[in-house]
């Protein structure tokens, strides 16, 4: 028994995992701030050409 706890231990596998999984998650963070900061400007932009257009008719 103690063996296979000592093994449990030492195993770094599952380490690598976690890792990896939290390198992911990161990554999705990252892009869901950029695309939310896009559609923020992106709707301004054209919120200031609608204004454009409906000045000029």
Known sequence: MMEMIKKFVKDEEGV??????LIAALIAVAI????????TNLAAVFTK???DLAAAL
């Open 32 to 39: 869901i701030i950029s695309i939310t900061s896009v559609g």
């Open 16 to 21: 690598t995992a976690i890792e990896y999984g």
């Open 49 to 51: 050409i609608a204004g």
